[in-house]
C-alpha cells in the first residue's frame, strides 16, 4: 500500500466519501466500521490504520485501496498463468485456515449438550450473522439462551480453536508476487480482522477483500462473486477462486472463473495442484 501520512489519508479519505455523496453514519454502515473509527481517520488521529481497514472503506466506496490511497503507479502489474489467470481469489475457512470446528467441542463441553444440538443452533443463525443481517453481539445472545451458556462468547471460541493451513503462509505470498490476490468470505463481523491481527492469515497485502458481513451477501449467491470480479478488475477468465465447498467453486464456474477445490485434510497437496494452475505463461 502506497504509504501517506495520517493527515493525508484523512483527508483522501474525506474527498472520497463526498465525491461518493455518503455521509460519514452512511458509509460506516456500509464499511462495517464504528463512526468514531472513521471520525478519526478522517481527523488524521490515527497512526497507520490497519490495511484491512481502510480496504474495508474502499470497498464501501466503490474503488481499490491504490486508488483511496493515491498509489502513483495506479494498479500493481499483474502476471498471467498459462491458462490466463491474473487474479486468485482464495476462501478463508477451511482453506486459508482450518479447524474451527474444534470449537463447536469447546461449546458443546461447557453447555453440557450434545455437538449435534450445538451445531444445529448454530448453523441456524449462521447465515444471518454473516451476512450482516444480525450483529455478533445479537448472535451471542441468542445462542448463550438456547445452549445455556453465559456470557457466551463466538469470537473467543472461534479465534481460540483456528489455525493457519499448514504452508499457505509461503504459498500464499508466492501468488502474490505473480497475481492479484483477495479474501472471498462468508465470514462473521470482524473475524477476518482478528485474524489478520493475530497473524493467523497469510500477512501480505490483499487486493480485495469480499468478506459476507460488509456487502450484505453470501456465496454461493451470483451476486457476491459479481462484485468480487468488479473489485478484482478482470474478465470472468481471468480469475481463479480456491474454496473448500463445491456449490460454492460451481457457482464461480458459472460465471466463467477457474476454480479449484481446495481439500483442507490434504492441504499440501491442493497447494501443489494450485501451483500447477498458476504456472507463468
Not at 450473522?129 to 438456547?146: A, D, K, P, Y
Amino acid at each position: 500500500m502506497h504509504q501517506l501520512n495520517e493527515k493525508q489519508l484523512g483527508k483522501r479519505l474525506q474527498q472520497a466519501r463526498q465525491a461518493a455523496g455518503l455521509t460519514q453514519q452512511a458509509l460506516c454502515q456500509k464499511a462495517g466500521l464504528s463512526y468514531s473509527t472513521l471520525a478519526k481517520i478522517e481527523r488524521g488521529a490515527i497512526k497507520t490504520p490497519s490495511v484491512f481497514t481502510i480496504q474495508s472503506l474502499a470497498s464501501a466506496l466503490d474503488t481499490t485501496l491504490d486508488e483511496l490511497v493515491g498509489a502513483p503507479t495506479g494498479r500493481r502489474e499483474r502476471g498471467k498463468s498459462r491458462s490466463g489467470v491474473r487474479f486468485v481469489y482464495f476462501d478463508v475457512n477451511n482453506c486459508l485456515v482450518r479447524f474451527f470446528q474444534r470449537a463447536f467441542t469447546k461449546v458443546a463441553a461447557d453447555a453440557d449438550a450434545p455437538v449435534d444440538i450445538v451445531e444445529t443452533t448454530f448453523w441456524r443463525y449462521n447465515d444471518q450473522v454473516c451476512r450482516g443481517e444480525m450483529t455478533l453481539e445479537q448472535f451471542n445472545e441468542r445462542l448463550g439462551r438456547e445452549l445455556h451458556v453465559n456470557d457466551f462468547d463466538w469470537r473467543n471460541y472461534y479465534l481460540t480453536s483456528t489455525v493457519a493451513t499448514p504452508e499457505m503462509d509461503e504459498f500464499v505470498p508466492w501468488v502474490r508476487d505473480h497475481y492479484g490476490v483477495g479474501l472471498l468470505t462468508n465470514s462473521m463481523p470482524g473475524l477476518v480482522q482478528d485474524m489478520l491481527d493475530q497473524g493467523v492469515l497469510p500477512k501480505i497485502t490483499y487486493d480485495v477483500i469480499v468478506d459476507s458481513s460488509q456487502v450484505h451477501l453470501l456465496k454461493p449467491e451470483r451476486a457476491i462473486y459479481e462484485l468480487a470480479q468488479k473489485k478484482a478488475d478482470c474478465a470472468p477468465d481471468e480469475i481463479l477462486f480456491a474454496d473448500d465447498t463445491r456449490a460454492n467453486i460451481m457457482a464461480a464456474e458459472k460465471l466463467g472463473w477457474h476454480v479449484m477445490w481446495f481439500d483442507d485434510s490434504r492441504p499440501r497437496e491442493s497447494i501443489e495442484r494450485l501451483r500447477t494452475a498458476l504456472e507463468l505463461a
